[in-house]
């Protein structure tokens, strides 16, 4: 069979991601196409006016019958530029498809392996496993991450040689993939879930006294178990979470469970007089012990991804203390013969504190920390909050996934 290409049209409004939602919809087995709602969950919509053309019941039946059928327009207007966008260029995609299902699924698996980041040369055994009717196996999802390892000079440096992990690994991803609970198997999340799960968690709490405000705790303690959940997803035996707080100590293990993240949050509330030394313990509950100390013994074995919540601006320390230690992590890091972004950082804000806006502005714009750095827009609390009341757990996932990915992904130089 020859192949017939399908490239991308070059049509106002379809991203990246867009384009990747588009060739799950391609996907030959209709099985394994996405349902209607989970379309509008992954595009972070909650409705569309006017409706659909034909209604949400043939939208979805239409994605799932085989084949597709050449009527299906999902969409006839929306109201935001970035929603037309997206309907327009649906509109030109999906009709023509009819009889072309089947190759364009092996044009699809290229460009959705491509769009992995994983393995840039397009698998000639792929074409023939399509052609067969199978899915890729987990040889193939082995061949991919550890295409991806070799190409990310921070993960080759600690992940080359390691098979039997990144075996496991691609088992688990593999799984994922298969799993219509969750949005996190879906090509253009699943690439950022392996690259988010390759990094060490750690979870960097506040607990000063202020965080009884205005249900802040509970909104913390919310984040943190969600964040347990979805990077232990694919994580092979024995890898877990670490957690640490400002004022507070409790288990230094950097391998807890999601299960034992949550107990811990559930039995842990603020210090009542705790303080926003959030530099000072960065340095000696993190950096010191799961860096600096492995650094000498040379015993790093994985890049660290370190989040950081708070609801307020340093107190009792100096306000640049925080951006002293981080930057003192990537020196360190240099002068052992790593790169700076073995260990980067996302900081979010909870509550509504004016002080911690300010304080988190200021690290925005900080281009001395700005490459390993990521300052998540808004408030984490809030937008949580909006996701759990429109019950959307998917959405939730995809968002959490995202934010951060968002401090891992490559940066323009």
């Not at 600690?158 to 090509?187: V, W």
């Amino acid at each position: 069979m020859s192949r017939v290409t399908h490239p991308r049209p070059e049509t106002e409004g379809l991203t990246d991601d867009w384009w990747a939602l588009c060739l799950s919809c391609w996907r030959y087995n209709p099985a394994d196409r996405p349902t209607i709602q989970g379309v509008l969950v992954s595009l972070g919509l909650r409705t569309l006016e006017p409706p659909l053309v034909h209604g949400p019941h043939y939208c979805e039946a239409a994605l799932r019958s085989d084949p597709a059928p050449q009527d299906l327009i999902p969409l006839r207007t929306a109201q935001t530029t970035d929603q037309h966008g997206f309907i327009t260029a649906m509109g030109k995609i999906v009709s023509p498809i009819q009889n072309e299902v089947r190759t364009l699924y092996k044009t699809a698996n290229g460009i959705v392996r491509r769009l992995y980041g994983l393995n840039r040369e397009f698998s000639e055994n792929m074409d023939d496993e399509v052609d067969e009717g199978e899915t890729m196996d987990n040889n193939q999802f082995v061949q991919d991450i550890d295409g991806f390892v070799s190409s990310n000079p921070v993960l080759e440096r600690f992940f080359k040689g390691h098979p039997n992990y990144i075996r496991e690994l691609a088992k688990k991803a593999k799984s994922l993939q298969n799993d219509t609970t969750t949005l996190l198997g879906y090509p253009h999340l699943l690439q950022k879930t392996v690259q988010v799960t390759l990094h060490q968690q750690v979870v960097y709490c506040d607990d000063s006294s202020s965080m009884k405000r205005d249900n802040r705790w509970d909104a913390q303690t919310a984040l943190v178990k969600r964040i347990a959940q979805i990077t232990t997803r694919i994580l092979p035996e024995g890898g877990g979470v670490a957690l640490r707080f400002i004022n507070q100590d409790v288990d230094a293990s950097p391998n807890l469970s999601s299960k034992q993240i949550g107990d811990i949050m559930a039995r842990t509330r603020w210090a009542p007089n705790g303080n926003t030394e959030i530099g000072t313990h960065l340095r000696a509950k993190i950096l010191q012990p799961m860096v600096y100390s492995k650094l000498e013994s040379k015993t790093l074995a994985r890049p660290l991804l370190v989040s950081i919540m708070t609801d307020g601006m340093p107190s009792k320390e100096p306000d640049n203390t925080l951006v002293n230690a981080i930057k003192e992590c990537g020196d360190t890091l240099q002068g052992a013969g790593y790169p700076r972004e073995c260990v980067k950082f996302v900081i979010g804000q909870v509550g509504t504190a004016n002080q911690a806006t300010r304080f988190l502005n200021a690290l925005r714009d900080n281009q001395d920390i700005a490459d390993v750095v990521f300052v998540t827009p808004g408030r984490l609390d809030d937008q949580f909050a909006k996701l759990k009341a429109n019950d959307s757990e998917s959405e939730l996932d995809r968002w959490l996934i995202e934010t951060l990915f968002s401090s891992i992904r490559d940066r323009p130089a």
